[in-house]
């Protein structure tokens, strides 16, 4: 399995503000998933981050408001942009393995205030 | 439109108590069904994957089975150490690769 880190694993920020996630894998890949987990909810995927290209945004996602970077195979960023207490919510990203399972790392928990 | 669902959303058992877990779905062409285990404070961890009807995994007290609609995860003389959120999902075909149907979870709790 890999090792996935994000940092922050927690922030409390005002709305209107920006924050950038990061998420460090332990191994090159080519994509990367940026999921939302809202207070219960289902995990929503937000984007694709793939290496060397433009991130693919899923419908109700769009890049104003959640930029991501993928300098490298092993890191990604993405930023939560204008913040709005709807927003508040856990961020994961991760990786896949195999045939289709994915791999997630641990969260960024996220509050708006 | 392809979509998920988990019941109970929450199950109470006592220690050494078998039970099942529920996940419905609904997708044009299923890809592969999922089962992770997720902890407070932490991401999904990954359990099994199944890919077509009859299938079945085993992994300790846990085992997941597949019909054409639904897929259990039966849980053997549970202990408090399984006491988590299990959440189910699906990769249907014709997805992007990243975008796995998840459901919202069954919480789980393991009285001793």
């Known amino acids: 399995s890999a090792v996935i880190s994000q940092k922050p694993s927690r922030d409390i920020c005002q709305r209107g503000t920006s924050l950038t996630i990061q998420c460090q894998v332990d191994?090159?890949?080519?994509?990367m998933f940026w999921y939302r987990q809202q207070p219960g909810q289902s995990l929503t995927l937000i984007a694709t981050a793939n290496q060397g290209s433009e991130a693919t945004y899923e419908s109700g996602f769009v890049i104003d408001k959640f930029p991501i970077s993928r300098p490298n195979l092993t890191f990604s960023t993405l930023t939560v942009s204008n913040m709005s207490p709807e927003d508040s919510s856990i961020y994961l990203c991760?990786?896949?393995?195999?045939?289709?399972?994915?791999?997630f790392g641990p969260g960024t928990r996220l509050t708006v205030t | 439109e392809d979509q998920v669902t988990q019941s109970p959303e929450a199950l109470r058992l006592q220690e050494g108590e078998s039970s099942s877990l529920n996940c419905s779905y609904t997708?044009?062409?299923?890809?592969?069904l999922f089962w992770y285990r997720q902890d407070p404070g932490k991401g999904p961890e990954f359990l099994f994957t199944?890919?077509?009807a009859g299938e079945e995994k085993e992994k300790e007290r846990l085992k997941a089975t597949l019909t054409k609609k639904e897929s259990f995860l039966h849980i053997t003389a549970p202990k408090p150490e399984d006491s988590a959120t299990y959440l189910c999902a699906v990769q249907p075909d014709g997805g992007s690769q990243g975008n796995l149907i998840f459901g919202k979870g069954t919480k789980l709790s393991v009285k001793p």
């Open positions: 199944l890919y077509s």
């Open positions: 191994s090159q890949v080519t994509m």
């Open positions: 997708v044009s062409g299923l890809r592969g």
């Open positions: 991760s990786v896949p393995r195999g045939q289709g399972e994915q791999y």
